[in-house]
């Protein structure tokens, strides 16, 4: 059992945003854009699933995981606000989130589901985002010449999203949850969220006006394909998720814990979940 503790953020999000805040780099801002829209939605699906699959357990298997759940819920509830902020900055430069109405519609049809469907998705989720939070805390110089506080919110986020890796998973495991189908959500899941951040952030530059200049694709393959780049230093620990033993917590979480440790002037906690 994780112990989670949740965390204000000390920045401030009612200032402007610059339009390419992310290194000056349009291609970089235009994705960390993308990942940010869609957080607000995503997020708030990850605490209903989580929710629904702890009232799912036997009563003695929830008090174990009560203090989890309620920590990961704290978390993910302030990625979304504070992104939301973040959000509202960023669509005053004219860009227009097309991924939550899509996502809202596709999550409808989960309604009334079995629980185990929303936790294999979220559990999928939080896979592909642990691993984009290791790769960025591994190589935080991409957001090098970035506002501070900007710089904060990715690093503050990417920490605690390490943090919390297991808990959908391990509600999962503990509703008796299948590898099939755990497979099945990660296959879909991959195509959707690819297709989804791909789309969203072809928009993104289109309206910025950036979409077809050079150095935009020259960026888009050096930090996804090149030699640090995140596809490239992913494929293996993303395809470790399909292993009869896998589990996220064979997946290191040192730099999070470093960042946190590191950075603790950056923000205050305001809960600590006890172990029931
Ligand atoms: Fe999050
Ligand atoms: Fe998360």
């Not at 989670?4 to 402007?16: A, G, N, T, Y």
């Not at 190589?139 to 808990?167: I, M, Q, Y």
């Not at 099939?180 to 989804?196: K, P, Q």
Request: hydrophobic share 45%.
């Amino acid at each position: 059992m994780t112990e989670l503790v949740v965390r204000r953020l000390l920045i401030d999000l009612e200032q402007p945003v610059a339009r390419h805040w992310c290194a000056n780099d349009a291609f970089l801002t235009a994705w960390f854009n993308a990942l940010s829209m869609s957080f607000p939605i995503g997020e708030q699906f990850f605490i209903d699933s989580v929710r629904n699959g702890l009232k799912a357990l036997p009563p003695e298997r929830q008090t174990e995981l009560q203090a989890e759940v309620q920590g990961f819920v704290g978390q993910e509830a302030t990625h979304r606000r504070i992104h939301a902020l973040f959000n509202a900055q960023i669509e005053k430069h004219g860009l227009v989130n097309a991924w939550e109405p899509r996502a809202r519609e596709r999550l409808q049809l989960l309604e009334g589901t079995d629980p185990r469907h929303g936790l294999a998705i979220t559990a999928a989720n939080e896979h592909f985002t642990a691993l984009f939070a290791e790769w960025l805390l591994a190589h935080p110089h991409v957001l090098d010449g970035s506002e501070a506080r900007l710089k904060t919110l990715w690093l503050w986020h990417s920490a605690e999203e390490a943090e919390h890796k297991c808990t959908a998973f391990d509600l999962y495991q503990a509703l008796g949850g299948s590898l099939a189908w755990r497979s099945t959500w990660m296959r879909r899941i991959t195509l959707v969220f690819l297709a989804d951040t791909m789309r969203q952030t072809v928009d993104n530059l289109r309206r910025d006006g950036t979409l077809w200049q050079w150095r935009t694709w020259r960026s888009a393959a050096r930090h996804l394909l090149g030699r640090e780049g995140l596809l490239r230093l992913t494929f293996k620990p993303w395809r470790a998720y399909f292993r009869p033993d896998f589990h996220p917590n064979q997946q290191s979480s040192e730099l999070s814990a470093r960042w946190l440790r590191d950075n603790s002037a950056s923000y205050t906690p305001v809960a600590r979940a006890q172990p029931a």
